[in-house]
């Protein structure tokens, strides 16, 4: 007695992981298009964070902090002197907060408010 076994041959078995290589090409670049998206506005969630904390310690101080003053006074937390995708923050003497872009320029995001 002779069995009729069905399966898939090696061209369809290739067919289907061509199929499935191009579609991880086409969303590989949409993805890493996204974690730049990502890592920008949580950057730009942490400057505002710390503007506020900067008001914060102004008013409790009369003076605007460094980024060490804030660590130091518990404002924020140990580690928590830079944007979560590494740019560093800084405060100006104005109290305005900042992050360093790679090329060496800040970007202003401070709050705006007038201490």
Do not use: W
Not at 18 to 28: G, Q, R, W
Not at 30 to 48: L, M, R
């Amino acid at each position: 007695m002779v069995k009729n076994q069905r399966g898939f041959t090696l061209v369809e078995m290739l067919i289907v992981l061509l199929i499935i290589s191009v579609l991880i090409i086409i969303t590989i670049p949409n993805v890493t298009k996204h974690f730049a998206s990502i890592d920008e506005k949580g950057c730009d969630a942490f400057v505002t964070m710390v503007q506020g904390q900067v008001e914060a310690y102004k008013i409790d101080h009369n003076r605007f902090p460094t980024i060490d003053d804030l660590v130091r006074e518990k404002y924020l937390r140990d580690g928590e002197n830079s944007c979560p995708n590494g740019q560093p923050v800084i405060i100006d003497a104005n109290g305005e907060v900042s992050a360093v872009t790679k090329e060496g320029i800040t970007e202003n995001e401070g709050s705006g408010v007038e201490g």
